[in-house]
């Protein structure tokens, strides 16, 4: 099989790392090396923020209005819609995710693009009606600065786009570091974006692993704001990195999300919410619901329903349009996974289905849709952010037990409640403490719905109108527009 080898993309400019260092990429379905990536160095990191800074202080992008930027957005949404089968197709081959997920989401993504650039020219400040005579103060929302932008490998298409789109319609430059896991997308994207036409230095993309390039792109002196989305432990890095540039930092984190269902839900609808929480993207998303809290009166059909469906998901190539789960983006995911099961099985969990590499899968990193029944949360697949299609089970009696278990963690993303109760779904969506709630849907997305949670699950919001104020800062503007010159502030009238 023949091996991609792909280039940073900085200034406008496809090239090698300063030292020509390269890192394999494998394709996870395989386990085989399918790309290269160049492992941006010191140097290079430098100067793909000092492109960014130039482009954004001085460059033809500083000189450009608000509308125009926009018109570059909308130019580049129309080519990435065009490419969209493509970047999935790659997106797939790189890190194993489901083609019907990665082309669509690329798809899709194009929209992202869209909304931003209809925004790029709506972003204005204030008049205040301000306490003191003779003075007219505004507000203006300027460009926050250079934003680093750190994507993981789980949809990278997707977590660039809502960090580009809010980013450029604001009037930043950026410089996006993939994953060392599965850089070609960035790097594939890089094409794209060449041929929309942005002044050199607007949207450079890098690949390197996280020491020392991300290390050094979040501390640099001239980023001035960092967009991160990954794990817990990467966080606190990047969160001590920006002491030096003491750069605001937004966080997209995991969850250990709750989707709870009531005796009066629709179940053939609340064991879709439950599969398609679980086992879409193999279970590798931030907002997966992998605690599921069922009622009494409905759990043991559920646990019959999901086992069989979960039996019932077809695994294989996630480039083959048959397969329903892919592989597992890495060993590590692959492992963690085999050992939590172990774990929670020997700590009084039930495993009714998977838990083990699926029979007549020898290579890639594949695993069973897994569900295990737990008696409580001091199990541990019911704490720990699994990243894997690993399913837990809750029982509970009323809803005050239901709200007392889903807030029973340290992350704080998304939550699913399924009831055909109304007023339940409304009193139980102001309970949970999550910064998304789905009422009878699950993971549903929109470039013009924020995202994003609190706790463990990090801080900030991205897409919607919300994530415009993570890109831009506050001048106050104090004019004076009294006839009379400014008084000496030591004689006293
Ligand atoms: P990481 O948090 O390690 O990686 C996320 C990104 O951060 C990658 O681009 C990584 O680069 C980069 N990075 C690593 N170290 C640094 C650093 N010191 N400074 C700046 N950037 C850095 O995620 P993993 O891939 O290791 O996954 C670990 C766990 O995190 C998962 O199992 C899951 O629980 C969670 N996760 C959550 C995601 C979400 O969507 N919220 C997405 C991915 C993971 P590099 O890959 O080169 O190290």
């Given at each position: ?6 280039q ?16 394999d ?38 000189k ?18 065009e ?64 934003v ?9 298409m ?22 060392e ?40 002196k ?50 879709n ?11 590798q ?14 759990y ?7 086992t ?100 029973d ?30 009422v ?26 919300d ?27």
């Amino acid at each position: 099989m023949s091996v991609t080898d792909y280039q940073l993309y900085i200034n406008g400019e496809f090239c090698d790392a300063s030292d020509g260092s390269r890192f394999d990429s494998i394709n996870p379905s395989t386990g085989e090396v399918w790309a290269t990536a160049p492992a941006a160095t010191e140097q290079d990191v430098d100067r793909a923020v000092k492109a960014a800074h130039h482009a954004m202080f001085e460059g033809e992008w500083s000189k450009m209005t608000a509308t125009q930027r926009g018109h570059l957005l909308f130019k580049l949404a129309d080519a990435v819609a065009e490419v969209a089968q493509d970047l999935g197709s790659i997106e797939t081959t790189d890190s194993g995710k489901l083609a019907a997920e990665t082309r669509g989401q690329s798809a899709y993504v194009a929209d992202y693009y869209r909304y931003y650039g209809g925004m790029a020219d709506k972003i204005q400040g204030d008049v205040l009606p301000i306490d003191k005579p003779d003075m007219h103060v505004y507000t203006r929302r300027e460009p926050i600065g250079v934003v680093a932008a750190i994507v993981p490998w789980n949809a990278e298409m997707f977590l660039t786009a809502t960090k580009v789109g809010p980013a450029l319609a604001a009037g930043c430059a950026v410089v996006i570091k993939a994953s060392e896991i599965a850089p070609a997308p960035i790097l594939e994207f890089a094409k794209v974006v060449d041929q929309v036409g942005f002044p050199p230095g607007v949207i450079n993309l890098i690949t390197g692993f996280g020491e020392p390039c991300g290390r050094i792109l979040t501390s640099h002196k001239q980023v001035s704001k960092v967009a991160f989305t990954g794990g817990a432990d990467t966080a606190r890095h990047v969160i001590a990195n920006t002491a030096n540039n003491f750069a605001p930092v937004s966080l997209e984190l995991g969850g250990k999300s709750p989707l709870v269902i009531f005796d009066d839900a629709d179940l053939e609808g609340a064991v879709n919410g439950a599969v398609a929480g679980n086992f879409g993207a193999s279970g590798q998303s931030c907002v997966a619901g992998s605690r599921v809290i069922v009622q009494a009166g409905v759990y043991d059909r559920f646990i019959e329903m999901v086992t069989e469906r979960a039996q019932a998901i077809r695994l294989g190539d996630p480039l083959d349009d048959d397969t329903q789960m892919g592989p597992l983006a890495t060993q590590v995911q692959y492992d963690r996974c085999i050992s939590v099961v172990a774990a929670s099985a020997s700590e009084g969990a039930t495993i009714h289905t998977g838990g083990k590499r699926p029979d007549g899968f020898e290579t890639g990193w594949y695993f069973e849709p897994t569900v295990i029944a737990c008696p409580d949360q001091t199990i541990t697949s019911t704490r720990v952010e699994l990243f894997g299609p690993v399913m837990s089970v809750l029982k509970f009696e009323n809803e005050e037990d239901a709200i007392g278990l889903a807030n029973d963690t340290e992350f704080g993303l998304g939550a699913g409640i399924f009831t055909n109760n109304l007023a339940r779904a409304h009193r139980v969506s102001e309970k949970i403490h999550s910064g998304i709630v789905w009422v009878n849907t699950y993971r549903a997305i929109s470039p013009i719905a924020p995202f994003g949670g609190f706790g463990n699950s990090g801080y900030g919001r991205e897409a919607g109108v919300d994530a415009i104020h993570e890109f831009t800062r506050t001048k106050t503007v104090w004019i004076n527009t009294s006839p009379e010159p400014m008084a000496n502030p030591f004689v006293m009238r």
